[in-house]
């Protein structure tokens, strides 16, 4: 840079220069570059130009000569922002065109959508998601979309923590509307603190959550007129059901396990654990007299197969028998054993429930 320029001030403010230039104008009525270089020295005339291109010097109006005055600091502001001003006002004005343009879509919009519900094909009615996320999006719609219950049943113990962490923003905000919420998990996600941690912060807003051992299905119903049900070896596909008497029988399923599960404790007592621990050692046992595998009977309960045998060796050392078949034809022959005798060698919750 030349000698004679002005070092330009961090953030594009004026130079000492230029800030005595116009010091100096704004003393006068109007002055020509000699005399302020005259008066400041050699860096006037870059302060000028420097001056100039800020809007705060204009020529003298009725000067034949080259002389300058001082621009008021709003005047020159004005003048400076008046392109940036008309940006601004047509961006507005083409963010009003475009938001028009599609407003002016939505009736059409809903009615399409409210047709498709109502006389769209059986592919409709019963449609089914394969894509995870088009699933997860579908629920995020949905739960947008819902205004008065949102009832969840969910098997397989412990909920996973992400799904859980993308579940509560949307669930919050549901509830924030005042939109009622019901779920029920199986007794194993008690022992899951971020499966607790989730039911403390939704319950404090006014959800309901309770536990069930065993029978649910996997299902979400909105308002009573959408629901979705998992699809059965076919991981993270849903099906998409909006025929009323299909979401009404799926509405009376939910209700009857509601009725026969307890409310979710945020923090289990020994006592309660050992309860919990007896009706599902109790479950053990009657799906272990029907003859299921262990894979089975720990996907139903929501826990783990290595726990779940655990729990049956000790309910095996309870009867008596040295293996699986025997176990399952003594107790398919003579009955459960009592809580007590089906829990005597396993003692409280397993962790890896």
């Given amino acids: ?61 009725g000067s034949c000569a080259e002389r300058w005055c001082a621009v008021a600091p709003r005047a020159a502001a004005a003048r400076a922002l008046a392109p940036l001003a008309l940006l601004v006002r ?17 009736p059409a919009y809903e009615a399409g959508a409210a047709l498709r519900e109502r006389t769209g094909p059986g592919s409709r009615e019963l449609e089914t998601v394969t894509d995870l996320g088009a699933v997860r999006a579908l629920i995020t719609e949905l739960a947008a979309g819902c205004e008065r219950e949102l009832l969840t049943s969910q098997p397989g ?14 669930d919050e905000s549901l509830l924030a509307r005042g939109v009622r919420m019901r779920t029920i998990y199986q ?3 008690r022992y899951s603190r971020p499966t607790a941690a989730y039911v403390e912060r939704v319950t404090a807003l006014g959800a309901q ?23 059965p070896d076919r991981t993270g596909a849903a099906l998409v059901v909006r025929e009323p008497s299909v979401v009404h029988f799926m509405a009376s399923a939910f209700e009857r396990s509601w009725l026969k599960a307890e409310p979710f404790p945020t923090a289990v007592s020994p006592e309660a654990a050992r309860t919990l621990s007896d009706e599902l050692r109790q479950t053990i046992v009657r799906l272990l007299s029907e003859g299921l595998e262990d894979k089975v009977i720990a996907r139903r309960l929501g826990m783990s197969e290595r726990t779940c045998q655990r729990h049956i060796a000790g309910i095996m050392r309870a ?35």
């Fill in 1 to 61: 840079m030349p000698a004679e320029e002005p070092a330009p001030a961090a953030g594009g403010e004026l130079s000492p220069a230029a800030l005595r230039l116009y010091a100096y104008a704004v003393e006068r009525h109007s002055f020509t570059p000699a005399e302020a270089t005259a008066a400041l020295g050699a860096r006037a005339a870059a302060a000028v130009a420097e001056l100039a291109a800020a809007h705060l010097l204009q020529r003298a109006p």
């Fill in 319 to 353: 009867v008596g028998a040295k293996s699986r078949f025997q176990a399952g034809y003594l107790l398919s022959a003579a009955g459960p054993p009592s809580p007590a005798e089906a829990g005597a060698a396993v003692e409280g919750p397993a962790a890896g429930s």
């Fill in 90 to 106: 047509e961006t507005h004005d083409e963010m009003d065109r475009l938001r028009g343009r599609l407003e002016a879509l939505v």
């Fill in 209 to 231: 959550v309770r536990t069930l051992g065993d029978g649910l299905m996997r299902m979400l119903i909105f308002d009573g007129h959408t629901g979705l049900m998992a699809v």
């Fill in 157 to 170: 113990g412990a909920r996973p923590q992400e799904t859980l962490q993308e579940a509560i923003g949307r």
């Fill in 187 to 189: 007794h194993t996600a």
